[in-house]
């Protein structure tokens, strides 16, 4: 675990992520589209986050320690469109209990690099802080991100997204020849090394200092939606730099 990331309350993140979720739902209409996630409506997006939400805790509450064979949780739906935000907001409350109860050092199945209890607080902070800006985008609002915890948002994404192939099947064409592409945050201390090997990519180490064939630069917030595909790699205050394939490569394949 990162130095920054043992300085964020993940937990108390995630509360405050859900609780600005409610707030944009609340009263919205819930069949506008998401234009961050075709074919979605807001309602989709609002049913997805909290069908999460309540898997996770499922999975925190019984500690698995091997892939779950199903993902059915007892949602408890709403039936009127004007009951979502207060379904919303129970998943989240519901959360914060698990987490609350919860060793989060504890060994459990997980699908990334953290095999703790953790890793799914960590991870629910960041799929509910994404889909609050996919909210926002249904909404036509602006989106604002603590600069600190879209860092470790960036962080996150990296570590983990050498093991998202059985959700994200593209992720395994990501292979190369050893070129690299680095991810670098312009607000904020935080870069990132990828090597792309033959046999796929992974983080090179912290301390590597050698120059990339590739590098985006942007502050965290933009870096952690470019990353997310919210944000176009071209879009103001973004830059990219070096051999444009590995970059092509990248963006093509690491939808997640």
Known sequence: MSTAEQQIDHPAAVAAQTARFVELV???DLTLPVPTCPGWTLGDLVRHCGGVHRWFSALLLRKVQERPTSRDVDLRLPERDEDYAD?????????????????LDAPMWVWGADGHARFWVRRMRFETLVHRVDAERAL???SVIDAPLARDGVDEFLVNLPFATPFAPGVAKLRGTGRT?????????GSWLVRLR????????????????????APAA???????GRTDRTAPGVE?????????????????
């Open 26 to 28: 609340r009263g919205a």
């Open 222 to 228: 933009d870096l952690l939606l470019v990353l997310y």
């Open 87 to 103: 379904w919303l907001a129970t998943g989240g409350a519901a959360a914060a209990e698990v987490f609350a109860g919860t060793d």
């Open 240 to 256: 990219t730099t070096g051999d444009a394939e590995p970059l092509d490569l990248w963006f093509a394949h690491s939808a997640f």
């Open 198 to 217: 033959p046999d796929g990519f992974g983080l090179v180490a912290e301390e590597a200092t050698e120059a990339a064939d590739a590098t985006v630069l």
């Open 140 to 142: 036509g609002l602006p």
């Open 181 to 189: 592409i680095r991810f670098r945050c312009t607000d904020t201390d």
